[in-house]
């Protein structure tokens, strides 16, 4: 889990998979993050895997700011968010598309992300 600020806020409880092909944000979260749900631009694609053995029909996509920080380092790209209306453990998911915009390289041995900003390698370490 990192705690990157997605839009204008941190969300302490987003779940790095790199085996997702998808970034997955919750509805609620949405709401929670003051975004009007009229940003949500619909979709007719459903997507496997992520209730077991079923289906899930998404609510939209919304483009959002996402920022990666380290202590005196920080780089921001826009990723879509397939837009969910059921109920998560986690804020978001972030998947493999964002480890292809933000080039990140994962060491799942220590639990950290390493990727380039402006100023030098950017390391983040989980949250607990």
Do not use: C, W
């Not at 990666?68 to 986690?90: D, I, M, Q």
């Not at 380039?116 to 949250?127: A, N, Q, R």
Request: glycine share 14%; proline share 7%; hydrophobic share 40%.
């Amino acid at each position: 889990m990192v705690d990157p600020i997605i839009g204008m806020k941190r969300l302490t409880k987003v779940l790095m998979d790199g085996g997702s092909g998808l970034n997955i944000m919750y509805a609620e979260t949405l709401d929670a993050m003051g975004v009007d749900r009229a940003f949500i631009q619909p979709t007719g694609a459903p997507f496997h895997g992520i209730v077991p053995g079923k289906q899930a029909m998404q609510l939209g996509q919304i483009d959002l700011p996402v920022t990666s920080e380290g202590p005196s380092n920080y780089r921001t790209e826009t990723l879509t968010f397939e837009v969910v209306g059921f109920h998560g453990t986690y804020h978001a998911i972030l998947g493999r598309p964002f480890y292809v915009k933000f080039k990140v390289v994962p060491n799942y041995t220590y639990l950290k992300l390493k990727m380039l900003g402006p100023g030098g390698v950017i390391t983040i370490g989980t949250s607990f």
